[in-house]
T-cell receptor, first 113, second 110 residues
Framework: SAVISQKPSRDICQRGTSLTIQCQVD?????MFWYRQQPGQSLTLIAT?????????ESGFVIDKFPISRPNLTFSTLTVSNMSPEDSSIYLC??????????FGSGTRLTVV | DAKTTQPPSMDCAEGRAANLPCNHS???????VYWYRQIHSQGPQYIIH???NNETNEMASLIITEDRKSSTLILPHATLRDTAVYYC???????????FGTGTSLTVIP
């Protein structure tokens, strides 16, 4: 099954700045997904990222706040822009792994101070 | 939106079978049921999936009712390392998105 490398694993950022999270898949995948997990909560889908087209955002998430790039079939980035303490969460990417459903990155633990 | 409901928490004695239920009463005929678990806020880990037949792998067994409106994940001999949040997911049949519900927090007790 596909393996995803996600980085950074954690970061502490100043409010008002931006952080870009990267996910590299070891095989070509059509669809990638980005999730947010707030403290003590379940995972919330942010957007679906297909190569060659703009990401599709879920209700409550907008491109200006969470721009996504998908330059090829093995890579995607999520930027958390103009951060505030409310953006402190774990951010995860995932991709289709064939017979095993979706595989997930190990997550980026973001703290905004 | 998540199409599944699960009890928020369960306990299980170490060495005993853990049976985790899930209701998915609106499931369509061609939609699979997937089970994942998440340990200490790591990335969710695939456990098993099925369509209509019961499934078994090295990690667990999945029992799906005949009407497919519910399923049960069985961990046959729970260990302390099985303490995690378990998610039952039915992907959308349009874009294959995974919408996570609240899951079941399983605590394995020594």
């Amino acid at each position: 099954s596909a393996v995803i490398s996600q980085k950074p694993s954690r970061d502490i950022c100043q409010r008002g700045t931006s952080l870009t999270i990267q996910c590299q898949v070891d095989s070509q995948v059509t669809m990638m997904f980005w999730y947010r997990q707030q403290p003590g909560q379940s995972l919330t889908l942010i957007a679906t990222a297909n190569q060659g087209s703009e990401a599709t955002y879920e209700s409550g998430f907008v491109i200006d706040k969470f721009p996504i790039s998908r330059p090829n079939l093995t890579f995607s980035t999520l930027t958390v822009s103009n951060m505030s303490p409310e953006d402190s969460s774990i951010y995860l990417c995932s991709a289709w792994a064939g017979d095993y459903g979706y595989t997930f990155g190990s997550g980026t633990r973001l703290t905004v101070v | 939106d998540a199409k599944t409901t699960q009890p928020p928490s369960m306990d299980c004695a170490e060495g005993r079978a853990a049976n985790l239920p899930c209701n998915h009463s609106t499931i369509s005929g061609n939609e699979y049921v997937y089970w994942y678990r998440q340990i200490h806020s790591q990335g969710p880990q695939y456990i098993i999936h099925g369509l209509k037949n019961n499934e078994t792998n090295e990690m667990a067994s999945l029992i799906i009712t005949e009407d497919r409106k519910s399923s049960t994940l069985i961990l046959p001999h729970a260990t302390l390392r099985d303490t995690a949040v378990y998610y039952c997911i039915v992907p959308t049949n349009t874009g294959n998105q995974f919408y996570f519900g609240t899951g079941t927090s399983l605590t394995v007790i020594p």
